[in-house]
């Protein structure tokens, strides 16, 4: 499979926790995103990767987050000390971008139940 | 901040029957995606549309990137069990900046 891949698929953690996950994107893409999603949502932008660098963070990835992407290749998104409201599914995303053109595709999502 | 109005919310709908939606947006988009996403999975990408009037298809799916740039829509013809989920769309304004995604449509279909 050459997919954009996740790990875990599922986490259940105690409030106050650190939980981290690990996304593969496809092999050839440089670009690499995380997003988070919740029910009844669309996917929200948390943070993207050119490669190794971290080019962006929306305002939604508080300092409890951290994501990396050391080598450019797969990324981890880190949460330390989880509230009950960091439960969502957490989603990876890569692509390629060709000129003006971009096209994002996604892995299965990682799902966070904080309790 | 930039943001995507889908619509309808919900559909319900008979096998066979063609489905329409819709996405608006506040601002000019250089790329419309959409997407279907089912229960507990990552959205899986449908169309990518790049031109402004581009009119694309994909089997039974058809989307079309609206030429003011600020909307797009898919259509579903002759839609199937399988196509139950929840369709989002998705804009992107350049290279550099985020997609914005919609609120989805959940598609429902009667046998």
């Not at chain 2, 309808?8 to 947006?25: A, K, L, R």
């Not at chain 2, 031109?51 to 003011?68: C, D, H, P």
């Not at chain 2, 989002?88 to 989805?104: E, I, M, R």
Request: proline letters at 4%; charged letters at 20%; a neutral charge.
């Amino acid at each position: 499979d050459t997919g954009v891949s996740q790990n875990p698929r599922h986490k259940i953690t105690k409030r106050g926790q650190n939980v981290t996950f690990r996304c593969d994107p496809i092999s050839e893409h440089n670009r690499l995103y995380w997003y988070r999603q919740t029910l009844g949502q669309g996917p929200e932008f948390l943070t993207y990767f050119q490669n190794e660098a971290q080019l962006e963070k929306s305002r939604l990835l508080s300092d409890r987050f951290s994501a990396e992407r050391p080598k450019g290749s797969f990324s981890t998104l880190e949460i330390q000390r989880t509230e009950q409201g960091d439960s969502a599914m957490y989603l990876c995303a890569s692509s390629l971008v060709r000129g003006e053109q971009e096209t994002q595709y996604f892995g299965p999502g990682t799902r966070l139940l904080v309790l | 901040g930039q943001q995507l109005n889908q619509s309808p919310q919900s559909m319900f709908i008979q096998e066979g029957e063609d489905v329409s939606m819709n996405c608006t947006s506040s601002s000019i988009f250089n790329t419309w995606l959409w997407y279907k996403q089912d229960p507990g999975e990552g959205p899986v990408l449908l169309i990518a549309l790049y031109k402004a009037g581009e009119l694309t298809s994909n089997g039974r799916l058809t989307a079309q990137f609206g030429i003011t740039r600020k909307d797009s829509f898919l259509n579903i013809s002759a839609s199937i069990p399988s196509d139950v989920g929840i369709y989002f769309c998705a804009g992107l304004d350049s290279g550099n900046t985020p997609l914005v995604f919609g609120k989805g449509t959940r598609l429902s279909v009667i046998a």
